[in-house]
């Protein structure tokens, strides 16, 4: 061996430089296997730190469907027209460097002028003053940047035809913190705008599109309240990548259905990691994990019948405030659910306006509140149905008369005595049987006829109704509506305020999806139905194997428990509340009175209510005017319930908009267009 | 077998050494290469086929793999000729030779004859050529201390103050360009050459206690000493010392805050070919990424500038990891380890010393120049000799090796 040799001669000087060499040899050997083999997890992810970084892939939401498959909350493609950093290096640096030497061109310039002033070429102290600090150059850099970028845009916009500019501080504050994202100039171009920039896009280094899946509302108010809102977010959810360098934002449902099904809608974000060089430009990147779209959700609504529903509410009167609820008696399917005012959720996927800001938050017309589902009513005389229910269990002769005594103050209509107090009656004096007193609303035979049954029977019959509980809509944006309960009846209690509730005031208040299921009870023959809303959630495509999932409609939360014979009794009172001459309801759905029906084959069942509004000190304020109805009567398939506040009557302001959404029923059901399965199958 | 000899004298030659530098050679061009062409991904082929000839000509003449294939041919040629005469009859010339590098080592601190780069005055332009004289004289001042130091030991004695004067002239020299790295790597070699040629040993002990406190205490006095006491030694210098002993940079009391975050920022950036070119060599691992694949270098963390000279070792490293590291260890190993018996074997006095300062000149580049890779020494511009791109370096570490074969050459029987 080649230093063995060395080490064996009598050599001593050789020998220790043999020894020495080999020492270092050594040494830089045993320094490189603790680098290179102890320590290289370590400097590997040093390298990963300092080279990668991550970024969010949004995945695609998933859509909200209508029964028939109808989007009404979808993704589209949103193409930004967006600078890339990393193909603008070179004309950064130009422009740049142009810069610098025009700079120093003035600065030499200057230096000479001085020169010539003091008469004897300059110190090195004087120089000096003239010379450029890395500030300055850093200063420099970042213009000819914006520049190049500023002028790149004023281009393009010369070209699209479009209004661009470029915020200088919006520009660097991304030039420093987020290099490998594109910088989006021009956002969701329209597809003029998209095919200008496709034709121009070869001659713009540095300019490409970039496409971002938007959650749009192509029907934008409708079912706005359902439907709910989204905001941007940039936080990591269960299962996804967290740690993200730059996490890009993502919709997340905040309100409605958006919220209610967000696990499933929002899918499941990929993540990215971009390599960047020693600048921080992008050099490639690779998809660690791709992005996993959302699912579909399908719900039981109509949009037909839900744009109808909203149109005929509007129609009721200028600056409604009232909902509307379409209910399918059989299987407690909500086909449509209105409520008004409105508003279009676009806008907070755009972000909004504070005019939109001002019209949200008006206190009066309160828009976000959804009406059918999110407000205590009190339901005025549409109780009486409740009420003359539990009186014919408890044994009440229909057929027995009871007389009316005039008002002494107001001789055309009839009074109640309860104690001191009077009450009112709009019906006029004379004798009642149980059809006369539904169909004219009589308060005077109701109260009557209620003290006789007495509260507790009431409440028996409005705890299977499930009146004062929620209905259990997945959005969660329920109130459970007022019900004096058993022990606070047996605890305290009037019978003035018993009066109250015979007639749907005081402590009683519903919501208008709780008189739908109410309705559908009567109407299907006593099942108290859980409302459906969401039919089933579904993958986007149908072809990737993934599960769906159905929720049975049809869900019977309680038996009404009355005999068929009183329910037929209510059933024909309400009948004849729309088809006799002396129906509240008789006018909207006739022509004229008497006149010809307005629905040409549909015999509908209503209630109308007026319910007053007090204020604390016990004064009538406004008026909730409520129609709750179902039809066909041969065969209840629809229930219909409106309500409006501050109407004139329920009669007058309620009812023809019920009477419009049957009329377009009807049309739609002639057309055929229900003779599709009750769920949509397809997606 | 003693008559073939005499018949084929290229048989003297020591071909193991050949072998291993001729190794270290293709290594070098192999990772010029992969250093400098990361801006072309399509590589020397793609560009023979895309253009006409007289274009691929001129690309491949811009190109350091072919400049550096060049140096070597040059270099070789160097060595050569170098062995075609006596480094006895060379040797009567050392004088000349030193005088002449000393004279350039002056013109070269000329402002407007040399050439300022990175704060230093290194380099002579000669257009085609940036000739670096310190290269050149390190062999030079090796090569005139052997002469010095081959008359008979007795005399040593006498003259050691002198062989003393031989080596401060030009380490002051090259120390005012400045290149500490460059000025440090003669003390090793002299210190060598003085210790085989017999220099009585109590003086060598003195020399090596005095130099060692000096040392020291110009650390001490770097690092500790108020700043109006302190040596001027160059601030980048100062600097880099405080990285490589993992100080911070104080800042001067009552500095602002603005003060205290610049220096902090500072010491950041001076660190950073350090500690890339650490993460460089260690992200390697065992087997390395492969050869063109080391992203460190082409990403531009570890600085283009220096990646195909000073941290050549870093790109090998990082693509070829530990196995590459050890491979190019071992072929410095047989090239030390032949020069070493080459002196063993050497006819005279002057061989033998001449042959022990070329050895350990070559020992103390590679171990201050990996050693900086891997953070054991700190950060000098030193190449990598034969491994480094750089014309200068490449040729007189050729014509070293050269000198090495011509000894071996004339060796004893």
């Not at chain 1, 002028?151 to 699209?160: E, F, I, T």
């Not at chain 1, 002494?408 to 019906?427: N, T």
């Not at chain 2, 000509?57 to 062995?83: K, M, N, T």
Request: aromatic share 10%; with cysteine; charged share 20%.
């Amino acid at each position: 061996m080649l230093f063995f040799d060395q080490l064996k001669k009598n050599d001593p000087q050789l020998r220790l430089l043999t020894m020495v060499v080999l020492g270092g040899l050594g040494v830089l050997l045993a320094g490189l296997w603790w680098v290179q083999i102890v320590s290289a997890r370590d400097y590997q992810a040093r390298l990963e730190t300092q080279s990668f970084r991550t970024v969010r892939l949004p995945a695609v939401r998933g859509k909200i469907l209508d029964r028939t498959g109808v989007a009404l909350a979808d993704s589209r493609p949103s193409f930004n027209a967006s600078l890339y950093f990393e193909e603008l290096r070179k004309p950064f640096d130009a422009a740049y460097t142009a810069d610098l030497a025009a700079l120093r061109r003035q600065l030499h310039a200057q230096m000479t002028e001085q020169e010539h002033a003091l008469k004897h070429p300059l110190t090195r102290k004087e120089r000096a003053r003239f010379a450029l600090s890395a500030d300055q150059k850093n200063a420099l850099r970042q213009r000819a940047r914006y520049q190049v970028a500023s002028n790149l845009v004023a281009y393009l916009s010369a070209r699209l035809q479009q209004p661009a500019a470029l915020d200088e501080q919006k520009f660097q504050r991304h030039y420093a913190a987020a290099l490998v994202l594109p910088y989006p100039v021009l956002l969701n171009l329209d597809p003029t705008n998209l095919a200008r920039f496709e034709e121009q896009s070869v001659t713009l280094e540095g300019l490409d599109l970039e496409m971002q899946p938007v959650r749009v509302y192509p029907y934008q108010t409708t079912a706005a309240h359902l439907l709910g809102q989204l905001r941007r977010d940039i936080s990591s959810a269960e299962g996804e990548d967290s740690f993200l360098n730059y996490p890009l934002p993502v919709f997340r449902g905040t309100v409605g259905l958006e919220a209610a099904f967000d696990a499933q809608l929002r899918g499941r974000s990929g993540s990215k990691s971009v390599l960047v060089n020693n600048l921080g430009y992008r050099q490639s990147e690779s998809v660690w994990s791709a992005a996993l779209p959302g699912e579909n959700v399908v719900l039981t609504l109509d949009l037909r019948l839900q744009q109808a529903a909203e149109r005929a509410l509007a129609q009721a009167m200028t600056e409604v405030r009232g909902a509307v609820v379409v209910l399918d008696p059989r299987n407690g399917d909500i086909l449509a659910l209105a409520s008004a005012p409105s508003y279009d959720p676009n806008m907070f996927v755009r972000g909004l306006t504070p005019a939109e800001g001002r019209y949200l938050s008006d206190a009066r017309l309160r828009p976000q509140i959804n009406r059918a589902v999110q407000e205590n009513y009190s339901p005025g005389s549409i109780f009486k149905i409740i009420v003359g229910l539990a009186a014919l269990e408890s044994g009440l002769d229909p057929r027995a008369t009871y007389h009316v005594q005039p008002d002494p103050a107001s001789p055309g209509h009839g009074c109640i005595f309860v104690g001191r107090q009077k009450i009112r009656d709009l019906a006029a004096p004379g004798d009642y049987d149980f059809h006369r007193a539904l169909l004219r609303s009589s308060n005077a035979y109701f109260i009557t006829n209620g003290l006789r049954a007495g509260i507790e029977n009431i409440l028996r019959l409005t705890r299977r109704l499930h009146l004062g509980e929620l209905c259990g809509l997945p959005t969660r944006q329920e109130v459970r509506g007022n019900m004096p309960t058993l022990p606070e009846v047996r605890a305290r209690w009037t019978a003035g305020e018993t009066a109250n509730v015979c007639i749907g005031q005081g402590e009683v208040d519903v919501t208008p999806l709780q008189v739908a299921v109410v309705t559908a009870a009567i109407a299907n023959g006593g099942k108290v139905l859980y409302p459906r809303l969401v039919a089933a959630v579904a993958p986007q495509d149908p072809f990737s194997g993934g599960d769906r999932e159905s929720f049975p409609g049809g869900q019977v939360r309680d038996e009404l428990g009355v005999r068929p014979r009183n329910l037929q009794l209510v059933r024909e009172a309400m009948l004849a509340e729309t088809e006799d001459l002396e129906g509240t309801g008789y006018a909207a759905f006739h022509r004229g009175k008497p006149g010809a029906p307005v629905l040409p084959t549909f015999r509908v069942c209503g209630k109308t209510g007026t319910a007053q509004v007090k204020d604390a000190s016990g004064r009538t304020v406004d008026h909730t005017t409520w129609f709750t109805s179902f039809a066909p009567y041969e065969d209840p398939r629809y229930v219909v319930v409106v309500m409006v506040e501050s109407g004139g009557s329920g009669g007058g302001t309620a009812a023809p908009v019920a009477r419009d959404i049957y009329l377009k029923i009807e049309e739609l059901e002639r057309a055929g267009a229900f003779r599709l399965p009750v769920v949509a199958q397809k997606n | 077998m003693f008559t073939a000899n005499l018949n084929a004298p290229e048989s003297r030659i020591d071909r193991v050494q050949l072998a291993a530098l001729g190794g270290l050679m293709v290594l070098g061009v192999a990772f010029v290469y992969s250093a400098t062409m990361v801006n072309e991904p399509l590589g020397f082929w793609a560009q023979y086929r895309d253009v006409t000839l007289v274009e691929f000509a001129r690309w491949l003449i811009g190109e350091f793999f072919f400049r550096q294939i060049v140096w070597y041919l040059l270099g070789a040629a160097a060595g050569a000729a170098i062995c075609l005469l006596d480094y006895r009859v060379l040797a009567r010339w050392s004088f000349v030779v030193y005088g002449t590098t000393l004279l350039l080592l002056v013109v070269v601190l000329v402002p407007g004859l040399g050439t300022m780069r990175y704060g230093a005055r290194r380099w002579i332009d000669l257009g085609f050529f940036q000739f670096q004289p310190s290269e050149f004289a390190k062999l030079a001042f090796v090569l005139s201390l052997a002469h010095f130091l081959s008359r008979p030991p007795e005399e040593l004695r006498r003259i050691f103050w002198k062989s003393l004067g031989l080596m401060v002239l030009p380490f002051l020299l090259i120390l005012k360009e400045p290149d500490l790295g460059s000025a440090l790597v003669l003390v090793p070699a002299g210190l060598g050459m003085l210790y085989v040629a017999g220099t009585p040993r109590r003086y060598l002990i003195r020399l090596v206690s005095v130099l060692g406190i000096l040392g020291a205490l110009f650390l001490v006095d770097v690092f500790f000493a108020p700043p109006n006491w302190q040596i001027k030694v160059q601030d980048y210098q100062r600097r880099r010392l405080l990285v490589y002993f993992g100080q911070s940079y104080a800042p001067p009391p009552g500095a602002s805050k603005a003060e205290r975050e610049r220096l902090r920022k500072q010491q950041f950036d001076d660190s950073h070919n350090v500690r890339q070119a650490l993460i460089s060599v260690g992200s390697g691992g065992l087997a390395g990424k492969g050869w063109r694949r080391g992203t460190q270098n082409a990403l531009g963390y570890l600085p283009r500038a220096v990646a195909h000279n000073d941290f050549i070792f870093s790109v090998i490293a990082e693509e070829k990891g530990f196995v590459g590291s050890v491979v190019v260890i071992t072929l410095y190993a047989v090239v030390l380890f032949t020069g070493l018996r080459t002196a063993g074997q050497a006819r005279d006095r002057l061989g033998r010393l001449l042959a022990v300062g070329i050895v350990t000149l070559l020992f103390s580049q590679v171990f201050i120049n990996i050693g900086m890779n891997i953070r054991i020494m700190p950060v000098t511009g030193v190449p990598l000799p034969l491994l480094s791109y750089g014309g200068s370096s490449v040729l007189g570490s050729l014509i070293a090796m050269g000198l090495l074969q011509n000894i071996y050459i004339h060796r004893k029987g």
